[in-house]
């Protein structure tokens, strides 16, 4: 058990529709990391936060959002679904930013989208 | 966006065989990780190397940051059944991350 929580575990939904995937990190830690994992696309790095503010971004598409709360957990949005969006959705956490830091995983959102 | 190269795909072993499996990348990287992810759970750090040419160790796991800062490998040595899962590499440029197609290892008992 990394420590890092993510709920649902599954989710099913239809094309078009808006999804909310949610994440605590493990205590202590600051920094959030988005990763969406795909058949075709492998791991990919989506949205960084650090203490509530945005810290990077990578292949994170327009339709899809990030924010960190107060309480330092975090939420990804996915809105528009479409089927190629069909992915396990991981979250991680760290301590800083630094890159020493280790990113410990939480267990996954598997979305599929029909 | 930009993709590592891992090989190989998939191995089968033997138990007690060892295993060695590489990263190649056309950018530079700072910082190399290996990953190793479970059926149903999300990637765990084996090793973190920080530096070109470091060599590091991790029990029966070694792994080297290339030279060229481009490419790193990780050798499993003396395998047994439950080194089975995907690896995979990953590297790290500034505040970007960037992951390996990963290596599905089966270990045959």
């Known amino acids: 058990d990394s420590g890092v929580t993510q709920t649902p575990k599954h989710l099913i939904t239809a094309t078009g529709q808006r999804v909310t995937l949610r994440c605590s990190p493990r205590?202590?830690?600051?920094?959030v990391y988005w990763y969406q994992q795909s058949l075709d696309q492998g791991l990919q790095f989506l949205i960084q936060?650090?203490?509530?503010?945005?810290?990077a971004k990578g292949n994170i598409l327009e339709r899809f959002s990030a924010q960190q709360f107060p309480d330092l957990h975090s939420e990804l949005n996915l809105s528009s679904l479409e089927l190629g969006d069909s992915a396990l959705y991981f979250c991680?956490?760290?301590?800083?930013?630094?890159?020493?830091?280790?990113?410990?995983f939480g267990p996954g959102t598997r979305l599929t989208v029909l | 966006g930009q993709q590592l190269n891992q090989s190989p795909q998939s191995m089968f072993i033997q138990e007690g065989e060892d295993v060695s499996m590489n990263c190649t990348s056309s950018?530079?990287?700072?910082?190399w990780l290996w990953y190793k992810q479970d059926p149903g759970e999300g990637p765990v750090l084996l090793i973190a190397?920080?530096?070109?040419?470091e060599l590091t160790s991790n029990g029966r796991l070694t792994a080297q940051f290339g030279i060229t800062r481009k490419d790193s490998f990780l050798n499993i040595s003396a395998s047994i059944p439950s080194d089975v899962g995907i690896y995979f590499c990953a590297g790290q440029l500034g505040n970007q991350f960037y992951f390996g197609t990963g290596t599905s290892l089966t270990v045959i008992p």
């Open positions: 950018s530079i990287f700072n910082t």
């Open positions: 991680a956490s760290s301590a800083g930013t630094s890159p020493y830091n280790e990113q410990f």
């Open positions: 936060y650090y203490n509530g503010e945005e810290r």
């Open positions: 190397l920080y530096k070109a040419g």
């Open positions: 205590s202590g830690d600051l920094s």
